[in-house]
């Protein structure tokens, strides 16, 4: 019998096109959940199967989960995660998937409750994996390099300025490239040990540290400025509130965490901030200031 494919939902987005690459890589067989069939062939060529469909369409869904193994199971922040990821997870077992590994938020999001909308919206999810008769793990990154560090960056490169609410607050950030390696070796492991994994990098780093190893990468100055906490808008929607409510807990200090994880899992040690910074800075720092 040929070997299932693994199916990836959020496959298109930062993560989970990571993640796709890999197995490929490795020559596993991997089915993409995905609005956009063209995007998904653009980005992997012929080398997966594309399911067409959207989280919001129960059809789409079953036939999505039809004969596979294992599932990555990711969608966006938004107010609809928890339908959308009960919807999906609820499809894989009724279809046998044998297991689901879950892209969380960060621990510091959902310990302790009460801080995040978006933290108890994973939360519930995770609740519910628990729930069914399969293989369930929820990986719990800290922040992603690639996400708000990336941004962090660009703009100091192109003011050789950066703001935090609190510039001795520091952050385990995680690059995604280590997420989507741990992603693979519970989607491919023969057995689950855990329920929850939370990742991080292997350093905990200030915003005054930041900015001293970006400038460092451009060999100018950037200055570290503070500027007013981030208000949390009542009346934004989900996803602004939720990125609002992070911004809060990062300046009191709550992603200040390292784990071990990475290197227990992995056999190696996570890539670290200082790499990632001379990755985003070396095509910028070849040009002069004046021409920024
Ligand atoms: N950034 C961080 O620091 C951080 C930390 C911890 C956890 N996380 C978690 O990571 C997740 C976000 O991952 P990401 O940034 O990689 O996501 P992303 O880049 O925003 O990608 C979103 C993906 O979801 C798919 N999608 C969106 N709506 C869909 C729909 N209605 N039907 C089917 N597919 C749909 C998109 O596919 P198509 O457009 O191709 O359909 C796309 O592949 C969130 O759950 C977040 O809580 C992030």
Redesign the pocket.
Known sequence: MSEQPILV?????????LVVERLVALGRPVR?????PE??HTLFGQTVQVAA?????RTSLESAVCGVGRLLL?????A??VT??IAVADAAAAANVARIVK????DW?IEPPGNSI?GA??AAVERHLESLPMETVSL?????M???LANTIRHAITSSQLFAANLDAGIGY?D?RD?ADVAVHQLLADRLRDRTLNLTGPDVVSFRQIASLIAAALKRPVAALEKPPQSVPEDGDFEHR?VAQ?ARLIAAGHAATTTDVVPTLLGRSPRTVTTFILEQVAPAAAVPEYQI
């Open positions: 939902t959020g496959a298109t987005g930062k993560l989970g096109r993409v959940f995905t609005r956009r995007a998904a469909g959207d989280f919001g369409d990711l969608s966006p922040i938004s609809r995660l959308v990821q892209i969380s938020g960060s999001t978006s919206a994973h719990r990154p800290n922040a992603w690639q996400v708000s995680i995604a997420i939720a992070f």
